[in-house]
């Protein structure tokens, strides 16, 4: 009886390590399977998969994505319009910002898209932060009027040129002067701005 609890434990013992090893590659493989998303065309189809992201950086470049087929591709700003994973990250295929576009061989590049409407906000995240003065990644943010034109408006960068961009907009253009808004509220300036917009637009 003995010899045999002995074997057993031995044989317990020596299989161990297996059995680690399946847990932890099994974990791997489900880490490398992505996070569920999709994938616009330019025809402005969908195509549901999952997105195999990178960082905050790279993630404007090229991201991973894995079809219902299994199929993995790696889709460039050039390809497709843009992509989105999770419950509210979305990116979409815009002109390489001005400020860095003799940086980049690409003519365009996937921007987190953080605010839709008449006027659209965007963050474009860059290797050093010599704009926002912080050490490690920083980033700016770009917004698109009605009229098409894009604009700088990272508040850090200066409220009166910030104000400047809202100018038709009265009202909202001396509360970014008046530094009643703070940089990370430039979601609530343009859900603001475009609320204004369509009450004009209705008249």
Same mark, same amino acid.
């Given at each position: ?47 549901r ?9 790279k ?19 050039d390809?497709i ?10 990116? $979409?295929s815009?002109?390489?910002?001005? %400020? #860095? ?5 690409? +003519?365009?590049?996937? &921007? /987190?898209? $953080? ?5 659209? %906000? #965007? ?5 050093? +932060?010599?704009?926002? &003065? /912080? ?19 990272? &508040? ?48």
């Open positions: 009886m003995r010899t045999i609890i002995f074997i057993c434990g031995w044989m317990a013992y020596m299989l161990a390590p297996c059995a680690l090893q399946g847990q932890q590659a099994a974990v791997a493989e489900q880490a490398d399977e992505g996070i569920p998303g999709y994938v616009l065309s330019w025809q402005g189809d969908s195509i998969g999952h997105i195999i992201p990178g960082d905050a950086f993630n404007q470049h090229h991201i991973g994505f894995i079809d219902e087929k299994g199929v993995r591709v790696t889709y460039h700003p390809r319009a843009g992509y989105g994973y999770g419950d509210s990250v979305r990116y $979409l815009r002109p390489t910002p001005y %400020l #860095y576009a003799g940086l980049f061989a690409e +003519s365009h590049v996937f &921007l /987190k898209n $953080l605010e839709n409407g008449p006027a659209s %906000l #965007y963050r474009f995240y860059s290797r050093r +932060s010599a704009f926002t &003065l /912080k050490k490690g990644p920083g980033y700016f943010e770009l917004v698109q009027k009605p009229d098409g034109s894009w604009h700088e408006v990272s &508040l850090i960068f200066g409220w009166k040129r910030t104000a400047q961009v809202f100018a038709e907009y009265p009202a909202l253009a001396a509360k970014i002067r008046n530094k009643e808004f703070r940089p990370e509220q430039m979601q609530e300036v343009i859900r603001l701005y475009n609320l204004w917009y369509r009450q004009q637009s209705a008249r």
